[in-house]
């Protein structure tokens, strides 16, 4: 009953924290949303003083505002708020990606680099009523104290890199952000270099405004601020700045806390495939605890149940975990992922645990998207091509590599595009061969039809390709083309970049076996009586039954000597 007391507890933890990271996302979208319009208002500098001016009683409107103040006050509070108790209850610093650290950092450096600014500005604005307009703040900055100048600046910069990290976090597991990154990652450059030198702009044009006598004294006049006025200020930046060390001090509290309350709490063990086992306490994730013990696991989203990267298969203990959440299984639903596959950043183990993660260490966030089920591993019914070039060995040798890679390239086009154009799927290239998959997606019948079409339409292309490269070539390039069905294990497999869908099984091998009868019958097609029946195929064709290596029985097999002319029946839609 305990155990399962703790359970609901912390599935209700799960429920809460999804919650939180919401809140805190929309928060921090509102903070960069107006730092995005104060760079665009300081960009204007570029233009004039007067431009300056002229956007920032536009911007003013809208965020001193009652609606404007509430949604800035409210988002700085909350996002400040939920950082800070996020950096607190985090158990290990080990656990947190090192970007993240990065953005973290960031973080913590703006207030400090920012406060005064902030005090200076809108809070001496409603304290004492000074209007803090574009001269009154590039005086103070430039003219009258530059280290704020540069401070300021710093903090400007500091400020948009930690909002850039943080968009560029939640979006790069949008299907859509990896054409939509590099004009992002312009705007993100782009934006404070023109503010900032709108800003020197603005900042020279008021240093020399500033040598006029009678601007000076009408800009003092106006001004009105008192000496008491500017230790209040001062003054209040210093209790902000004792505010902020305290914190901090709380923060580093919150380390020494958690590792002597890892040290005290009786430790659960978490076994990977490798043997490797991990201690952590109950409670932690699987994620944590595979960042705890230096184990590579894949993390896209940094553990926010967001991305699915960090799926695992559990192999012993799962009759031990809380159910996952509606979020959890949302997510796991929108990849495809087998029945049985947890997030471990999701997963709270209360007792040992065994598990498999499922993608590389280095997995990218196109795992994160939806994908068919087939790339995790099944068997399917479908058709198989394999095609081989004729004596190509002989024609390089007699020729210089460029021209070798020229004409093997134009091949690989040529017959990539007649097998993609007719619906089948390019596996790989091995030499001078090529094999491609039908009936990933589509049924037997059509898989079969489309894969005799493929062949056709390659043996179209060659001739095409011939003629263009007649004074090249010597000799017409002669291809074999071998078309078998059968059921076979489907999925990505691979290593690193070399992961690829592929196919394995018997049904493989003799569709290879068939690509290398041609050889002997001097074809150039030959497919079983497995795809003619499949395909419905009543064209002219010389039928033979043949063993085949590999097989005990013989097979029935389809020989046409010119594909081109192949009756090829109708692949209906």
């Given at each position: 009953?305990?155990a399962?007391?703790r359970?609901?507890k ?16 929309y ?10 319009m104060?760079l665009i ?6 233009i004039?003083l007067?431009a ?6 536009v911007?003013?409107?809208?965020w001193r505002g ?10 700085l ?10 950096l607190f209850?985090?158990?290990?610093v080990r656990?947190?990606?090192p ?8 973080g913590?450096?703006i207030?400090?680099?920012m406060?005064l600014?902030?005090i ?9 009523g000074?209007?803090?307009s574009?001269a009154?703040?590039?005086y ?9 100048g ?5 903090g400007?910069?500091?400020a ?5 990290l943080?968009?560029?976090?939640w979006l790069r597991l ?19 270099i023109?503010?900032?030198?709108g ?7 008021v ?11 009408a ?6 601020v ?9 003054a209040?930046r210093?209790v902000s700045?004792q505010?902020?060390i305290?914190?901090?001090?709380l923060?580093?509290f919150?380390?020494?806390?958690w ?9 659960i063990?978490?076994?990977y ?11 932690s994730?699987?994620l944590?605890a595979?960042?705890?013990g ?7 989203c940094g ?6 990267t960090?799926r695992v ?5 799962a ?14 639903k929108?990849v495809?992922?087998a ?5 471990a ?8 645990l065994s598990v ?32 081989d070039?004729?004596?190509?060995t002989k ?19 040529h017959?990539?595009?007649?097998i ?8 790989k ?5 090529v094999?491609?998959l039908?009936g990933l997606?589509?049924?037997p ?5 489309k ?5 056709k339409?390659m043996a179209l292309?060659l001739?095409?390709?011939?003629n263009?490269?007649?004074?090249d070539?010597?000799?017409?390039l002669?291809i074999?083309?071998?078309v ?6 489907v ?9 690829s869908?592929t ?9 290879s076996?068939?690509e ?8 150039q097609?030959i497919f079983?009586?497995?795809?003619s ?5 009543t ?8 063993m ?13 000597d010119d594909?081109k002319?192949?009756?090829i029946?109708?692949v209906?839609a």
């Amino acid at each position: 009953m305990a155990a399962n007391a703790r359970q609901k507890k912390l599935k209700s933890y799960v429920k809460h924290a999804f919650k939180v990271e919401t809140l805190r996302l929309y928060s921090g979208l509102v903070l960069m949303l107006f730092l995005f319009m104060h760079l665009i208002n300081h960009a204007l500098g570029l233009i004039s003083l007067d431009a300056m001016e002229g956007g920032r009683s536009v911007f003013v409107a809208i965020w001193r505002g009652p609606v404007g103040t509430t949604l800035l006050l409210g988002a700085l509070i909350i996002h400040t708020a939920l950082v800070m108790i996020k950096l607190f209850l985090n158990r290990s610093v080990r656990r947190i990606p090192p970007k993240e650290i990065v953005q973290i950092l960031m973080g913590l450096a703006i207030p400090p680099l920012m406060i005064l600014h902030i005090i200076g500005t809108r809070i001496a604005h409603e304290v004492f009523g000074i209007e803090d307009s574009y001269a009154f703040v590039l005086y103070s900055l430039w003219v009258a104290t530059p280290i704020q100048g540069l401070l300021q600046s710093m903090g400007l910069l500091v400020a948009w890199m930690h909002g850039c990290l943080g968009i560029h976090f939640w979006l790069r597991l949008k299907p859509w952000y990896e054409n939509a990154y590099p004009y992002l990652y312009s705007l993100a450059l782009v934006l404070p270099i023109l503010a900032l030198t709108g800003f020197i702009n603005g900042a020279n044009e008021v240093e020399t405004l500033f040598q006029n006598a009678e601007w000076r004294d009408a800009f003092f006049k106006a001004l009105n601020v008192t000496q008491d006025d500017i230790n209040w200020v001062y003054a209040t930046r210093d209790v902000s700045y004792q505010v902020m060390i305290a914190a901090l001090a709380l923060l580093l509290f919150s380390r020494l806390y958690w590792t002597i309350h890892f040290k005290r709490k009786k430790l659960i063990s978490i076994t990977y495939p490798d043997g490797k086992i991990v201690s952590t306490s109950p409670g932690s994730t699987v994620l944590e605890a595979s960042q705890l013990g230096g184990i590579p696991h894949a993390s896209v989203c940094g553990g926010r149940g967001r991305c699915s990267t960090c799926r695992v298969r559990i192999t012993a203990g799962a009759d031990t975990l809380a159910p996952p959440t509606d979020k959890e299984l949302a997510v796991l639903k929108r990849v495809g992922a087998a029945e049985g596959t947890r997030l471990a950043c999701q997963v709270h183990p209360l007792s040992d645990l065994s598990v498999v993660p499922l993608l590389p260490a280095k997995a990218s966030p196109k795992h994160s998207f939806s994908r068919p089920g087939y790339l995790q591993g099944q068997e399917r019914n479908i058709v198989i091509l394999f095609a081989d070039l004729r004596s190509f060995t002989k024609f390089s040798e007699h020729r210089l590599p460029y021209d070798v890679v020229f004409v093997i390239n134009q091949y690989f086009r040529h017959m990539g595009e007649a097998i993609e154009q007719s619906g089948g799927h390019l596996d790989k290239f091995i030499g001078d061969g090529v094999m491609a998959l039908f009936g990933l997606e589509d049924e037997p019948e059509i898989a079969a039809r489309k894969a005799l079409k493929a062949a056709k339409a390659m043996a179209l292309e060659l001739e095409i390709m011939n003629n263009s490269l007649k004074a090249d070539l010597g000799e017409p390039l002669r291809i074999g083309i071998g078309v078998h069905m059968g059921h076979v294990i489907v999925g990505e497999m691979g290593y690193g970049k070399a992961t690829s869908i592929t196919a394995i099984g018997d049904a493989v091998n003799t569709a290879s076996r068939l690509e290398a009868m041609n050889k002997e019958h001097g074809s150039q097609l030959i497919f079983s009586e497995r795809v003619s029946k499949a395909a419905g195929f009543t064209g002219i064709s010389q039928t033979e039954e043949v063993m085949v290596r590999g097989r005990k029985t013989p097979l029935a097999i389809h020989i046409i000597d010119d594909a081109k002319q192949a009756d090829i029946p109708e692949v209906k839609a």
